[in-house]
């Protein structure tokens, strides 16, 4: 992507339709004028969901700096136990569905022209696992379905005493004192509850003036209309206070980059250095795992996190009792578990926000608590999900010892997030 491009206005950004190639015939490889085509996309274009969208998805460490960190313990497989009436679980589509439903997943996988990839792992083995339009072996973005990343990082300091989440989190960044941080809680910052101006949402992430835009622009090294070539910091350091902290759930993803600050803050050391050392490290994984940074070098941890499907799981095992199938010790301990399921904000505040009844249309249910630490929805029973642009979601079930993963390219119709909830709760996997 040139730096020296210039970004699209909100009109034409919004009102230009993705190429959309069926993505079956990019299975095994890409034209080279995609490349071509995606070096040269805007901001919005990366984003939309189309043939640009398809080639960044799985090649993002073409077009930004990245930290590779590769698989530092022997790999630990993943037994398969396949259940077929995984298969057959059916769900709903979502309203902006062109599919007719409901459809069962394997329906689904088959009919839907973004899906990609997905998974379930019940008790550590691999109980479902398919692939239509692309290879197993492929690295694809987490998108903000990462975002846990940083809270785990951050959850792991408190458990160590060198964080109170109570506290301002300008007792820490310190560089930061004398902004409109000063007095937000590193606690506000995990639940996305600061009432800071920099809530993602539909027109925000296309207002020049808006912080949510610019923290992507700045990311990408993309200029910004209003403001030129900004960094992350600057742009973080710039955002003003819209409402008391507490208030209401509001999604952003510089609230995520907000923890990555604070834990290089606190450390002294960089983020991926921190991740490597605290977490991946003590993973079996298959593969690398891909942290793409900012110009100035910050990983952008809210989504831009790349690795292969099975990886992506490993992650969301470290949250159930089979842990120990894929790392070599503890990472997510009870006391981290118990934080994120206890300390749950109402499901009024959730749906305060711009994203809480978008999220509830996305999976189809309205019966979740609220989010909490990073995770967007944590239910009655425990479980907790993570969705990210394009359709990508990492589901965990403590209770249930279940992790499912998917992969889509698909930012019109969101029914693939339909599916992980219904499983969960069909019945198939609910202790005796």
């Known amino acids: ?17 993705a190429t959309k ?54 790999v630990m497989p993943l037994a398969t136990n396949l259940m077929p009436e995984v298969g057959q679980v059916k769900a709903e589509m979502t309203s902006e569905s062109l599919l007719k439903g409901p459809l069962t997943l394997d329906q689904f996988l088959e009919q839907s022209d973004s899906a990609q990839g997905y998974l379930v792992v019940h008790k550590g083995e691999i109980v479902y696992e398919q692939y239509p339009r692309m290879r197993q072996e492929d690295v694809h973005l987490w998108m903000s379905s990462a975002k846990p990343m940083a809270g785990l990082l951050i959850d792991m300091l408190i458990s160590e005493g060198k964080i109170d989440e109570n506290a301002p989190i ?9 902004t409109d941080w000063d007095g937000i809680t590193t606690r506000d910052v995990l639940d996305m509850a600061t009432g800071m101006d920099l809530e993602d949402t ?27 070539l900004e960094t992350l910091t600057d742009v973080l350091k710039s955002t003003k206070k819209k409402e008391q902290p507490g208030l209401s759930f509001q999604y952003a993803s510089g609230l995520t980059q907000m923890l990555v600050i604070l834990a290089e803050a606190v450390e002294g050391e960089r983020w991926p250095q921190q991740f490597d050392r605290r977490v991946w490290s003590k993973v079996g994984a298959e593969g690398s795992l891909q942290l793409h940074l900012t110009p100035e070098g910050i990983a952008a941890a809210h989504g831009l996190v790349s690795s292969n499907l099975r990886d992506f799981a490993r992650f969301g095992m470290l949250y159930t009792p089979s842990w120990n199938k894929i790392a070599s010790e503890q990472v997510v301990t009870d006391e981290i578990l118990q934080r994120i399921h ?41 479980d907790i999900w993570k969705g990210g642009l394009m359709t990508q979601g990492l589901y965990v079930s403590h209770e249930r010892d279940l992790v499912i993963v998917y992969f889509n390219v698909n930012n019109d119709d969101h029914s693939g997030h339909r599916f992980a909830r219904t499983i969960a709760t069909s019945g198939l996997f609910d202790r005796d």
Not at 170 to 178: A, L, M, N, P, R
Not at 207 to 226: G, L, M, Q, S
Request: glycine share 6%.
């Open 21 to 74: 190639t069926p993505l079956i015939e990019f299975k095994n490889g890409f034209p080279a004028e995609l490349e071509a085509k995606t070096r040269q996309a805007n901001y919005g274009e990366l984003f939309l969901g189309g043939d640009i969208s398809a080639y960044f998805n799985v090649r993002a460490c073409e077009f930004m700096p990245t930290a590779v960190l590769p698989a530092r313990q022997p």
């Open 202 to 228: 539909t027109e925000s992430r296309f207002d020049p003036e808006n912080v949510a835009r610019r923290v992507y622009e700045a990311e990408f090294a993309f200029p910004n209309e209003k403001h030129g």
């Open 1 to 17: 992507m040139s730096k020296n491009q210039s970004n699209t206005t909100e009109s034409s950004q919004t009102n230009v339709m």
């Open 170 to 178: 300008t007792d820490y960044i310190t560089d930061f004192k004398g």
């Open 342 to 382: 206890s300390e749950v904000r109402t499901h009024d505040f959730m749906m305060k926000g711009f994203d809480g009844a978008v999220f509830a249309d996305y999976l189809g249910s309205n019966d979740f608590i609220s989010n909490s630490r990073q995770w967007d929805m944590v239910w009655p029973d425990g």
